[in-house]
């Protein structure tokens, strides 16, 4: 069965995606479901990719525990993402929904990357 009791992951995750589509649910009734399903996704994407990459390259993988990775990846989201668009904002670029994407999209390839190379590096000499 795909929901053993011993699989803790997976109920972790059923219960965050069946949250996510409960959430776009509820919000389907006041915003209209497009609005609501970029509602979700984006908060999922402001608040939770740049600090989930960030707790990556400091950390590694296998470093901390998943739910102190999920509140640190939330605490450096917010923090990180609202410095970086201040002072993006103050070097002259507009504040508006595309330029925050690819500001934030840009960070979270940079950190990937190092993440990446960390990894890649790590596993070519032979150590874990």
Known sequence: MF??????????????VLSL?????????????????????????ILCCPGLALTYVAFGSKGIDWLERVALSLALSISVVSLMVFY?????????????FLEITGLIVIALLFFWRRYYYSHKEGRR
Do not use: E, Q, W
């Open 3 to 16: 929901l053993r009791p011993g699989n803790k992951t997976v109920k972790i995750i059923f219960g965050l």
């Open 21 to 45: 589509f409960l959430m776009v649910f509820v919000f389907s009734f006041h915003f209209g479901f497009v609005k609501a399903i970029r509602l979700v996704v984006g908060s999922f994407y």
């Open 88 to 100: 993006f904002s103050k070097m002259g670029i507009p504040i508006n929904s595309l330029n925050v």
